[in-house]
């Protein structure tokens, strides 16, 4: 390796460093769907829906998939969120493994939606906060509910 490829490869690690400084994927605008391409497309659906807190309302963090799945008798490493993501989904081979994960999705959401309800009542001047939270979440679980009605019946 001459010099000019190791300086090419040290701009190009640099370029990709100050990337992940901006927080240039905080939006998921930067998630590539060729990622998926070995998927079905209701992985796609629910990743791009469910995921994101500003359209689902709640956070599902690394541990949250981790839980969700240790409920449903599975385990894998934590790893990078969309990884885990996908070695949650891939189990999915039936339409009662769907119901399954939908069913620990709503919990999850549940759990956080009380949790938001309880620091509204608290804190009365969140709750217009964690109302709009509230209702993303039980927007994304009646996406859930859709996602399974067009993939698995």
């Known amino acids: 390796m001459d010099m000019k490829d190791l300086n090419e490869f040290r701009n190009e690690f640099e370029a990709m460093q100050q990337q992940a400084m901006q927080g240039a994927c905080a939006d998921g605008s930067c998630i590539e769907d060729d990622d998926y391409e070995d998927y079905p497309d209701y992985l796609r659906a629910i990743y791009s829906e469910i995921m994101p807190p500003f359209k689902s309302g709640i956070t599902i963090s690394r541990w949250d998939l981790k839980r969700m799945a240790a409920q449903l008798d599975e385990s894998f490493a934590l790893d990078v969120r969309e990884r885990m993501f996908k070695n949650f989904m891939q189990w999915v081979a039936t339409p009662a493994d769907m119901q399954a994960v939908i069913g620990e999705f709503k919990n999850l959401m549940d759990m956080k939606c009380d949790i938001y309800r309880e620091y509204s009542e608290r804190y009365p001047s969140t709750?217009?906060?964690f109302d709009t939270k509230i209702e993303k979440a039980d927007k994304a679980k009646?996406?859930?509910d859709k996602?399974?009605?067009?993939f698995f019946t």
């Open 127 to 129: 709750k217009e906060i």
């Open 142 to 144: 009646k996406y859930l």
């Open 147 to 150: 996602v399974y009605v067009e």
